[in-house]
């Protein structure tokens, strides 16, 4: 199982980005795949989930950010707009390997790439 996180970057505050996440190894359509992000000295948090129709978002976040899968569900996105300092941290995209109900924390997922740094500058 591989999960390969892209599209993080250096990009002034107010500013946009959209991380890519492919993923492989075996099926994920029917499972949660997430975004989660650690910023220096601070433990690892939920930005956003996705599984089939329904999207959930940290409420630090609600409002700015968009996730997104494509049809076959191996691919997640997140479209990140009106980017903030505090936003800084690297990204990280996860998947459930299993059918489950929760969603928002870092025990909830079985795999995890290896993250993107995305730096947002004032």
């Known amino acids: 199982v591989q999960l390969q996180a892209s599209g993080g970057g250096l990009v002034q505050a107010g500013g946009s980005l959209n991380l890519s996440c492919i993923a492989s190894?075996?099926?994920?359509?029917?499972?949660?795949m997430g975004w989660f992000r650690q910023a220096p000295g601070k433990e690892r948090e939920f930005v956003s989930a996705?599984?089939?129709?329904?999207?959930y978002y940290a409420d630090s976040v609600k409002g700015r950010f968009t996730i997104s899968r494509d049809n076959a569900g191996n691919t997640l996105y997140l479209q990140m707009n009106s980017l903030k300092v505090e936003d800084t941290a690297v990204y990280y995209c996860?998947?459930?390997?299993?059918?489950?109900?929760?969603?928002?924390?870092?025990?909830?997922?079985?795999?995890w790439g290896r993250g993107t740094q995305v730096t947002v500058s004032s």
């Open positions: 996705h599984r089939w129709v329904t999207a």
């Open positions: 996860a998947a459930q390997g299993k059918l489950g109900n929760s969603w928002s924390t870092v025990g909830d997922y079985a795999d």
């Open positions: 190894g075996r099926t994920f359509a029917n499972y949660f």
